[in-house]
């Protein structure tokens, strides 16, 4: 399975693509961070991140795209931008005629590290061993977008195997 993660942002958004499998190693495909600067219209800043989403999801064909779930922070203007940005990436991926998986910050952290209240340094740590990497990727949007890919390759599958299992039930 290839996943492309989002780890939504205004200023900077984290994008990974990883493939693999449950029980299987994963291997890093990309990982990218696209930077808007903060004193650009809205508009613009919006377009540059879509278009990134959208070339990445064009070049890299992955099979699913996992976007980070917002939540709710206390600065209220962070998070309009994160969920605008990851409103984005479920548009792109939809256009592109994939499924869309959302996953809280916890759920990932909790992944790929064992703790669902790791710091960004655990995950970038785990992240760096999981994927055979000599350094951890940096800005820490970087690994969080791969910890999304990484968490929806060992999650998404049996998440997915119980929805299925579930609409059989239902019919």
Avoid: Y
């Avoid at 399975?1 to 989002?6: H, N």
């Avoid at 278009?51 to 070049?59: C, L, Q, S």
């Avoid at 984005?88 to 991926?93: E, G, K, M, P, Q």
């Amino acid at each position: 399975m290839r996943v492309l993660g989002v780890d939504p942002g205004m200023t900077r958004c984290g994008i990974g693509v990883v493939d693999g499998a449950p029980g299987r190693p994963l291997r890093l495909v990309h990982v990218a961070v696209v930077r808007t600067p903060p004193d650009a219209a809205i508009g613009e800043r919006l377009v540059a991140q879509a278009d990134a989403i959208g070339a990445a999801i064009a070049r890299h064909r992955p099979d699913v795209v996992a976007v980070e779930r917002v939540f709710s922070q206390h600065n209220v203007r962070t998070v309009m931008g994160t969920a605008q940005v990851a409103g984005l990436a479920i548009v792109a991926a939809t256009r592109a005629g994939l499924p869309v998986a959302l996953h809280t910050p916890s759920e990932v952290k909790a992944a790929v590290t064992g703790s669902g209240t790791a710091d960004k340094a655990q995950v970038g740590a785990m992240v760096t061993r999981l994927l055979r990497l000599a350094e951890t990727p940096r800005p820490a949007d970087a690994a969080d977008a791969l910890a999304l890919a990484i968490c929806h390759v060992w999650r998404g599958s049996a998440q997915r195997r119980m929805s299925d299992a579930l609409a059989r039930v239902r019919t």
